[in-house]
């Protein structure tokens, strides 16, 4: 199909539509993103001077903190002095090497 004369007298003459259109529809881009922009920062100062609702955690939180405590107390309350003494034993002792320092590698 060829472009045919009478085709080429209404594109003209609507050419300045189209060129007008066009610009339009590339200002508009840049004009929404300010818009979303100006939104946000409005957004974000309500959100700053406002005061937030605490939600309340209910019961699974604090009982874990109370079972955690009463372990702490368990442990700590009742040490026995035969634990404890050999617990100190074993970390003052540890593994030593007989051969660990005697010999030395020159080769490489």
């Known amino acids: 199909m060829s472009v045919l004369p009478i085709d080429l007298q209404t594109m003209l003459a609507q050419m300045d539509r189209v060129g007008k259109e066009q610009a339009v529809q ?3 881009s840049p004009h929404h993103q300010s818009l979303q922009a100006t939104e946000l920062s409005k957004k974000a100062a309500q959100d700053d001077h406002s005061v ?3 939600h309340e955690l209910g019961e699974g939180v604090e009982k874990v903190k109370e079972e955690q405590e009463r372990e702490k107390k368990r442990k700590g309350a009742a040490p026995k002095k035969g634990k404890q003494e050999m617990s100190d034993k074993k970390q003052k002792e540890f593994f030593k090497d007989p051969d660990l320092g005697c010999h030395i590698n020159l080769s490489g």
């Open 26 to 28: 590339k200002e508009i």
């Open 52 to 54: 937030n609702q605490a």
